[in-house]
């Protein structure tokens, strides 16, 4: 089992910029891809950016332009930067790991965008 531990979230005012980052037990070098997902009250929990271990990267349509997703195998660690932050982007969210047809979850962040 893979654990994942969050980090990075808090309250931010819309425009602001917040950076998370996961840690994991392992070597993320052997992982087949590594994301972030989020949940919102009463809605369903959605991807946001997803990386592969080539490095190809997915955003969701809501976050294109504005958040990135990397990941240094060398601190078995991926990052969420996040920018021109929303109202609507506030959710807590989840590190995914993808390792033998497995997906292992981290307990979450929670990020809020309020004025």
């Known amino acids: 089992q893979v654990q994942l531990v969050e980090s990075g979230g808090g309250l931010v005012q819309p425009g602001g910029s917040l950076r998370l980052s996961c840690t994991a037990s392992?070597?993320?070098?052997?992982?087949?891809?590594m994301g972030w997902y989020r949940q919102a009250p009463g809605k369903q929990r959605e991807l946001v950016a997803r990386?592969?271990?080539?490095?190809?990267?997915n955003y969701a349509d809501s976050v294109k332009g504005r958040f990135t997703i990397s990941r240094v195998n060398a601190k078995n660690t991926i990052y969420l930067q996040m920018n021109s932050l929303k109202p609507e982007d506030t959710a807590r969210y989840y590190c995914?790991?993808?390792?033998?047809?497995?997906?292992?979850w981290g307990q979450g962040t929670q990020v809020t965008v309020s004025s």
């Open positions: 990386i592969s271990n080539f490095g190809t990267t």
């Open positions: 392992g070597s993320i070098f052997s992982f087949n891809a």
């Open positions: 995914n790991a993808l390792f033998q047809g497995l997906n292992s």
